[in-house]
């Protein structure tokens, strides 16, 4: 478990690091839009698409860190949860690798 919590701390570490770039990117279209202002040509559409990207990378942000949040207080249930998928990845390979080997024709020498 220790090694799940080192994660999630480092998570949370690249997602301070991507709300400081959202915000730094938000305020870079907020001032250029407005030293842009009354100028052409204004180029001013570019800096409403950085905000839009920015406005994006925050409500993405909100979505991880819920994720992490829930990874870190129900820790038993994800555990159990990844270990189901994991086990039903595995027998559907198998499956697969099964299902492929039947079809095949041997040669006759």
Excluded: C
């Amino acid at each position: 478990m220790p090694a799940l919590f080192t994660a999630v701390g480092l998570f949370n570490i690249f997602v301070g690091l991507m709300l400081v770039a959202a915000f730094l990117l938000w305020g870079a279209g907020i001032i250029i839009w407005s030293i842009r202002l009354g100028v052409w040509p204004s180029y001013r559409d570019e800096t409403f698409e950085y905000m839009r990207w920015a406005i994006a990378i925050l409500f993405v942000l909100i979505v991880l860190l819920a994720v992490a949040k829930y990874v870190q207080n129900h820790t038993p249930l994800v555990m159990f949860g990844l270990g189901v998928v994991f086990v039903l990845i595995v027998i559907f390979a198998v499956m697969h690798r099964i299902a492929n080997q039947g079809g095949k024709e041997r040669k006759e020498e």
